[in-house]
């Protein structure tokens, strides 16, 4: 241990005075040696959407590992895509900041009625149809079939709503517009479509 | 609401017109009742009785000297100031020693020395005893209120709040993690016996840090010797729910005293004029009792509290990100309206405040006393989100604020002098749980304060006082944090701060932060009695207020605002020179009192949009803290006329002018001109009715800084990029408000008070600048209220 300086002791020997004068007969019931960091386990850091079609698999994934860090999302796409075909897609979610990687699309499946995906590619690139359901019978968005536009490129925008609007207009047709809730992700993967 | 008017009460007393009775009691130096002593007032005299109170019918309007004899004790002199029905407390002393002129407004003698304060009336207490603590201090010009939605309100005094604006709670500041803009204060204001306001940064005895000014709040003092006490109800159509209200007080029996009370608040949804605000009801409990032992020399006793309420916020409130509020505020409408009901769901919040107390007054001589208290705070805050699977019932912010305070206080008062000093110690353990699942919005942390101060107040010359004051502070903090590594480089952490880590625990640093602030303050003030109709006072104080540990530490998503803010561990106190001139001018048949003030503010930390940043929940505004510096210039008054013994019209008002002068431009959130005018009839022949009509006039804010957000938003379902618009403020707005009392005395000298209001009569449409959720949802509609009192 280094020297303490003057200033040092001084406030060494202010800070013990008050906490002998306040803590007279008060024993500190709480141990703050917080050693662990919050295990924040509802974060989702991953969002894979997986197109099958045309004889091939196309993933677009888009990876936050920091949160609300200030790193911004790395975004990839296994291979393009072929025009004016149609594929089976699944969208999933999971949580790497945790070891092993949690899969949290299950949760979403499973308060479906309180959740909703929505697909907004760039004018053009084609046109996405809902192919599950929550008990109501309206779509949740984990499954869905894309048929691809003509070749060209732009973006997808896929978000995951809570709490929305499903009997709002529109909504249960995927058009985001009236849905109201709560944003909890939502991404953006550029494709490309030749 | 039923504001209707309130008095400013100032050190010299006031002035106003019309017949009125003055009640009273009259002490000897240890709280004893002394009968039989002589009252004077003006040509009339009386003797006080068994109990040692008075009583003087048909005062005339305007200023009366008083003086009260009895054997033994010095003759006291005093001038009053009947503005109305008053109750006076008395205190003679023994000491052969003439007393200089002391001010008496109907409450025990001011101590708090040359300050600019203003205080809320009983009876608007009482008329609002279902409201808030800021609702009710609405009643002072220059006093606003910050809302996040219909539940929480917190108090704005010339346009500063939150830390910079302490409430301090029979002498001790309320420690309830006031730092926070959405966090109401917790307390019940039915526990009060008085609650002013003081405007400047003066009163150094309790804090050398109030940049904006403080809210004091004072116990019940019941001199009587006998039982009494009140119940009340209060009924309200909006929320569809009220308060009930219950008090006793005993005092000095037996060389005791005491006084418990308990409340209850209910309320439901709130309703605006088209839909109701679903999730906006509210609960509140509160208990409250002291006991003590009123000895010769010595007056010593136990006081003890408790707070709890839960307030729900607007379900429509809670989004995402920037494109759900731009949906918000483009649609005009809350995205989720449902029927009316009293459950509470997420978001919410739930506090916990407890207060235990021990103090000593020792009477050293009749001009000296020493007060010593402690006081144990314990405050639980926790914040409910909309989630997912198992976090679903789990608190998003779970904070326990443990305050051991001791004060100590010295006072002499002489005939022409008035000393105090005292020294404060605290030692306060915050701990945030990390069982929220959520990186906590404020980390775990130690602090420990040491305070000392010192003020001298002088009589220089008849019509002359003088008051200076100087105050040391010592502030020590050491918290604990994990900061992500991505972000501990983003805000170039490295190397400066890298002594505070302690472990690396993956993608984090384990850090130990430690703070160290010495500061002084001062104050000094000096009032001038011009003559009969005018008095000034002006008074400069320097405050320094160290970072809080919101402006510290944040680093992250604000859910409720869709913003990442971000705390600067370089930042510094700041510091603040308030110059505050009150003017009172007092005659027949009008009253004014103005308060023009300056407040320069150095270093001040506030919250400043600096970019974006992209999540995978989507694109945020970061907002980080910044220091700048600040001027507020402002003005408040209040001007009354009493035509006769029935009619009176009052109008009171502020306005505020804010820069930040560094980047010279508006400052945010600065509450806008406004006038609140009152017409009131009173008929004291017919049960003591009061009516009033009022009218609350916001005009719209036109300085406010741009922070608008460039956002994507689907439209057609294609991305196209819009300007989110966060920064104009709504327009300005008119609200009338009715209420009346009529009061039956029975024969046991009891009363039945009943009161009715009509507040936002017109169920007028309205948005208010100052509520941090107007982006999604109008205001109250009409409110009928029916309050039932009964006093013994």
Same mark, same amino acid.
């Given at each position: 241990m280094k020297k303490m300086n003057t200033l040092e002791k001084v406030q060494k020997s202010i800070r013990l005075v008050a906490v002998a004068a306040l803590t007279l007969g008060m024993v500190s019931c709480s141990d703050d040696d917080n050693n662990t960091p919050v295990n924040e386990e509802e974060v989702i850091t991953t969002v894979t959407v997986r197109l099958t079609g045309g004889g091939q698999v196309v993933t677009l994934t888009s990876r936050d590992l920091d949160g609300d860090g200030p790193n911004a999302p790395v975004v990839t796409a296994s291979g393009n895509l072929t025009p004016n075909t149609t594929y089976?897609?699944? @969208?999933?979610?999971?949580?790497?900041?945790?070891?092993?990687?949690?899969?949290?699309?299950?949760?979403i499946q499973a308060e479906g009625l309180e959740h909703q995906v929505f697909f907004?590619?760039?004018?053009?690139?084609?046109?996405?149809?809902?192919?599950?359901?929550?008990?109501?019978?309206?779509?949740?968005?984990?499954?869905?079939?894309? @048929?691809?536009?003509?070749?060209g490129t732009g973006n997808l925008t896929v978000t995951l709503r809570h709490m929305p609007n499903k009997a709002a207009a529109g909504v249960a047709a995927g058009d985001i517009t009236n849905a109201g809730g709560s944003t909890d992700v939502q991404v953006q993967y550029s494709i490309t479509i030749n | 609401m039923s504001r209707i008017f309130y008095v400013i009460s100032l050190l010299w007393g006031y002035l106003l017109l019309g017949q009125h009775t003055v009640t009273g009691i009259v002490y000897g130096s240890q709280q004893q009742p002394l009968e039989g002593a002589h009252i004077h007032l003006s040509d009339q005299s009386v003797n006080a009785q068994k109990d040692g109170t008075f009583q003087f019918r048909n005062v005339p309007q305007g200023k009366h000297k008083v003086f009260v004899t009895y054997v033994g004790y010095l003759r006291k002199d005093t001038l009053i100031v009947v503005t109305q029905a008053q109750d006076l407390v008395l205190r003679l002393q023994k000491d052969p020693v003439v007393l200089q002129e002391v001010a008496v407004k109907g409450n025990p003698i001011s101590n708090k020395g040359l300050v600019v304060e203003a205080k809320v009336k009983t009876v608007e207490?009482?008329? $609002?005893? /279902?409201?808030?603590?800021?609702?009710?201090? !609405?009643?002072?010009?220059?006093?606003?209120?910050?809302?996040?939605?219909? =539940?929480?309100?917190?108090?704005?005094?010339? +346009? #500063?709040?939150?830390?910079?604006?302490?409430?301090?709670?029979? +002498?001790?500041?309320?420690?309830?993690?006031?730092?926070?803009?959405?966090h109401a204060p917790n307390f019940d204001s039915n526990t009060a016996g008085k609650i002013s306001v003081i405007k400047g940064a003066g009163a150094l005895q309790y804090g050398g840090d109030a940049i904006g000014g403080l809210i004091l709040i004072e116990p019940h003092v019941f001199a009587k010797d006998t039982l009494s006490g009140s119940a009340v109800v209060s009924l309200h159509s909006n929320g569809r729910g009220g308060a009930v209200n219950a008090a006793v007080h005993r005092g000095n029996f037996c060389d005791w005293a005491w006084n418990v009370q308990t409340g209850m608040k209910y309320f439901g949804d709130r309703e605006t004029p088209d839909y109701v605000l679903s999730n906006s009801g509210s609960r509140e409990y509160s208990f409250s009792g002291d006991v003590k032992h009123i000895g010769k020399k010595v007056v010593w006793g136990a006081a003890a509290s408790f707070y709890q309420s839960q307030m729900a916020i607007l379900t429509a409130s809670h989004i995402g990100n920037v494109t759900d509020l731009y949906y918000a505020i483009t649609s005009g409408q809350p995205y989720f309206v449902g029927d009316f009901g009293y459950g509470i769901s997420n978001p919410k919040q739930e506090v916990r405040h407890m207060r235990g107390k021990l103090f000593l007054n020792y009477t050293l001589s009749d001009s000296e006393s020493w007060n010593t208290q402690y006081?144990? &705070?314990?405050?639980?805050?926790?914040? *409910?989100?909309?989630?997912?699977?198992?976090?679903?019932?789990?608190?998003s912010l779970d904070l326990t604020l443990t305050t051991h305070t001791v004060l100590s206080d010295y006072k002499k008062q002489t005939e022409k002098a008035v000393f105090k000093a005292g020294v404060m110690g605290q030692y306060q353990h915050n701990t945030a749980s990390p069982d929220t699942g959520i990186r906590p919005l404020i980390p775990t942390y130690e602090k420990v304060d040491f305070g000392l101060y010192g003020v001298y107040q002088y009589a220089i010359a008849p019509k002359w006082t003088a008051e200076a004051g100087i105050r040391y502070d010592f502030s020590q903090m050491m918290a604990q944090k994990f900061y992500l590594k991505s972000r501990w480089n983003e805000r170039n952490y490295s190397p400066q701060f890298d002594h505070f880590i302690v472990g690396d625990a993956g993608t984090q640093w384990n850090t130990r932060p430690e703070f160290l602030f010495h500061n002084l303050s001062a104050s000094a003030g000096i009032r001038w009695n011009a003559n009969a109709a005018w008095d000034f006072l002006l008074s400069l104080g320097r405050a320094v207020r160290n970072p809080n540990p919101s402006e510290l530490f944040s680093d992250g998503l604000h859910h409720a605002t869709g913003m990442i803010e971000l705390g600067d561990l370089n930042l510094k106190q700041e510091k603040g020179l308030k110059t505050a001139l009150e003017i009172n001018y007092r005659s027949t048949p009008f009253t004014l009192t103005a308060t023009p003030y300056m407040n320069r503010?150095?270093?001040?930390?506030? #919250?400043?949009?600096?970019?974006?940043?992209?999540?995978?929940?989507? /694109?945020?505004?970061? %907002?980080? *803290?910044?220091?700048?510096?600040?001027?507020?210039?402002?003005?408040?008054?209040?001007?009354? !006329?009493?035509?006769? =013994?029935?009619?009176? *019209?009052?109008?009171?008002?502020?306005?505020? *002018?804010?820069?930040? &002068? =560094?980047?010279?431009?508006?400052?945010?959130?600065?509450?806008?001109? $406004?006038?609140?005018?009152?017409?009131?009839?009173?008929?004291?022949? %017919?049960? +003591?009715?009061?009516?009033?009509?009022?009218?609350? %006039?916001? =005009?719209?804010?036109?300085?406010?800084?741009?922070?608008?957000?460039? /956002?994507?938003?689907v439209v057609d379902n294609q991305l196209v990029p819009v300007t989110v618009d966060v920064s104009t403020p709504p327009p300005g707005y008119v609200l009338w408000d009715w209420n009346a009392a009529i009061t039956w005395v029975a024969k046991n000298k009891s009363e039945w008070v009943m009161g009715l209001g009509v507040q936002n009569i017109g169920n007028t449409r309205y948005r208010n600048y100052l509520n941090r959720q107007r982006f999604f949802a109008d205001e109250m509609g009409r409110n009928i209220q029916v309050q039932l009192r009964y006093n013994f």
């Amino acid at each position: 241990m280094k020297k303490m300086n003057t200033l040092e002791k001084v406030q060494k020997s202010i800070r013990l005075v008050a906490v002998a004068a306040l803590t007279l007969g008060m024993v500190s019931c709480s141990d703050d040696d917080n050693n662990t960091p919050v295990n924040e386990e509802e974060v989702i850091t991953t969002v894979t959407v997986r197109l099958t079609g045309g004889g091939q698999v196309v993933t677009l994934t888009s990876r936050d590992l920091d949160g609300d860090g200030p790193n911004a999302p790395v975004v990839t796409a296994s291979g393009n895509l072929t025009p004016n075909t149609t594929y089976t897609g699944t @969208v999933s979610f999971l949580n790497e900041a945790e070891t092993p990687a949690e899969d949290k699309t299950a949760e979403i499946q499973a308060e479906g009625l309180e959740h909703q995906v929505f697909f907004q590619p760039t004018s053009g690139l084609g046109t996405f149809t809902y192919t599950d359901s929550d008990s109501s019978g309206r779509p949740i968005g984990l499954a869905f079939n894309y @048929v691809s536009g003509n070749a060209g490129t732009g973006n997808l925008t896929v978000t995951l709503r809570h709490m929305p609007n499903k009997a709002a207009a529109g909504v249960a047709a995927g058009d985001i517009t009236n849905a109201g809730g709560s944003t909890d992700v939502q991404v953006q993967y550029s494709i490309t479509i030749n | 609401m039923s504001r209707i008017f309130y008095v400013i009460s100032l050190l010299w007393g006031y002035l106003l017109l019309g017949q009125h009775t003055v009640t009273g009691i009259v002490y000897g130096s240890q709280q004893q009742p002394l009968e039989g002593a002589h009252i004077h007032l003006s040509d009339q005299s009386v003797n006080a009785q068994k109990d040692g109170t008075f009583q003087f019918r048909n005062v005339p309007q305007g200023k009366h000297k008083v003086f009260v004899t009895y054997v033994g004790y010095l003759r006291k002199d005093t001038l009053i100031v009947v503005t109305q029905a008053q109750d006076l407390v008395l205190r003679l002393q023994k000491d052969p020693v003439v007393l200089q002129e002391v001010a008496v407004k109907g409450n025990p003698i001011s101590n708090k020395g040359l300050v600019v304060e203003a205080k809320v009336k009983t009876v608007e207490l009482q008329r $609002n005893a /279902a409201r808030s603590l800021a609702e009710v201090l !609405v009643e002072i010009p220059g006093v606003s209120i910050l809302r996040t939605g219909s =539940t929480i309100a917190k108090p704005v005094i010339q +346009g #500063l709040h939150s830390s910079r604006v302490p409430v301090v709670v029979n +002498g001790i500041r309320s420690e309830d993690q006031q730092w926070g803009v959405d966090h109401a204060p917790n307390f019940d204001s039915n526990t009060a016996g008085k609650i002013s306001v003081i405007k400047g940064a003066g009163a150094l005895q309790y804090g050398g840090d109030a940049i904006g000014g403080l809210i004091l709040i004072e116990p019940h003092v019941f001199a009587k010797d006998t039982l009494s006490g009140s119940a009340v109800v209060s009924l309200h159509s909006n929320g569809r729910g009220g308060a009930v209200n219950a008090a006793v007080h005993r005092g000095n029996f037996c060389d005791w005293a005491w006084n418990v009370q308990t409340g209850m608040k209910y309320f439901g949804d709130r309703e605006t004029p088209d839909y109701v605000l679903s999730n906006s009801g509210s609960r509140e409990y509160s208990f409250s009792g002291d006991v003590k032992h009123i000895g010769k020399k010595v007056v010593w006793g136990a006081a003890a509290s408790f707070y709890q309420s839960q307030m729900a916020i607007l379900t429509a409130s809670h989004i995402g990100n920037v494109t759900d509020l731009y949906y918000a505020i483009t649609s005009g409408q809350p995205y989720f309206v449902g029927d009316f009901g009293y459950g509470i769901s997420n978001p919410k919040q739930e506090v916990r405040h407890m207060r235990g107390k021990l103090f000593l007054n020792y009477t050293l001589s009749d001009s000296e006393s020493w007060n010593t208290q402690y006081e144990m &705070q314990y405050n639980q805050r926790f914040e *409910y989100d909309i989630r997912r699977g198992q976090a679903r019932n789990t608190p998003s912010l779970d904070l326990t604020l443990t305050t051991h305070t001791v004060l100590s206080d010295y006072k002499k008062q002489t005939e022409k002098a008035v000393f105090k000093a005292g020294v404060m110690g605290q030692y306060q353990h915050n701990t945030a749980s990390p069982d929220t699942g959520i990186r906590p919005l404020i980390p775990t942390y130690e602090k420990v304060d040491f305070g000392l101060y010192g003020v001298y107040q002088y009589a220089i010359a008849p019509k002359w006082t003088a008051e200076a004051g100087i105050r040391y502070d010592f502030s020590q903090m050491m918290a604990q944090k994990f900061y992500l590594k991505s972000r501990w480089n983003e805000r170039n952490y490295s190397p400066q701060f890298d002594h505070f880590i302690v472990g690396d625990a993956g993608t984090q640093w384990n850090t130990r932060p430690e703070f160290l602030f010495h500061n002084l303050s001062a104050s000094a003030g000096i009032r001038w009695n011009a003559n009969a109709a005018w008095d000034f006072l002006l008074s400069l104080g320097r405050a320094v207020r160290n970072p809080n540990p919101s402006e510290l530490f944040s680093d992250g998503l604000h859910h409720a605002t869709g913003m990442i803010e971000l705390g600067d561990l370089n930042l510094k106190q700041e510091k603040g020179l308030k110059t505050a001139l009150e003017i009172n001018y007092r005659s027949t048949p009008f009253t004014l009192t103005a308060t023009p003030y300056m407040n320069r503010v150095q270093d001040f930390m506030y #919250l400043r949009p600096v970019g974006f940043e992209t999540t995978i929940r989507g /694109a945020f505004p970061v %907002w980080e *803290y910044q220091r700048t510096d600040a001027l507020l210039l402002g003005l408040d008054w209040n001007a009354q !006329v009493r035509w006769n =013994t029935h009619w009176s *019209y009052g109008v009171m008002g502020a306005m505020v *002018y804010a820069q930040d &002068q =560094t980047t010279d431009t508006p400052i945010i959130d600065i509450p806008p001109l $406004n006038f609140t005018q009152h017409i009131q009839f009173e008929y004291p022949q %017919w049960h +003591g009715l009061t009516t009033q009509l009022r009218c609350l %006039w916001m =005009t719209q804010q036109h300085r406010y800084p741009n922070t608008n957000i460039d /956002a994507s938003i689907v439209v057609d379902n294609q991305l196209v990029p819009v300007t989110v618009d966060v920064s104009t403020p709504p327009p300005g707005y008119v609200l009338w408000d009715w209420n009346a009392a009529i009061t039956w005395v029975a024969k046991n000298k009891s009363e039945w008070v009943m009161g009715l209001g009509v507040q936002n009569i017109g169920n007028t449409r309205y948005r208010n600048y100052l509520n941090r959720q107007r982006f999604f949802a109008d205001e109250m509609g009409r409110n009928i209220q029916v309050q039932l009192r009964y006093n013994f």
